[in-house]
């Protein structure tokens, strides 16, 4: 199944590079990047925001 899948990976690359000189697949590729790189800079706020909390004073 794994390969059928990549196959049709291959087969639409190469249409889309031959058709429309990679257009759709630099597209492609960079909203992937940028949904990459927004959850990577989402998690290191959200950890830097944890370790500037303080603790919470108990009596």
């Given at each position: 199944m794994f390969r059928i899948l990549l196959l049709v990976a291959v087969i639409l690359i190469g249409y889309?590079?031959?058709a429309?000189?990679?257009l759709y697949?630099?597209?492609a590729w960079a909203?992937?990047?940028g949904l990459t790189e927004s959850?990577?800079?989402s998690a290191r706020q959200l950890?830097?925001?944890t370790r500037e909390e303080p603790?919470?004073?108990r009596p």
């Open positions: 889309d590079a031959i429309h000189q990679g697949t630099r597209n909203s992937v990047v959850a990577v800079t950890g830097q925001d603790a919470p004073i």
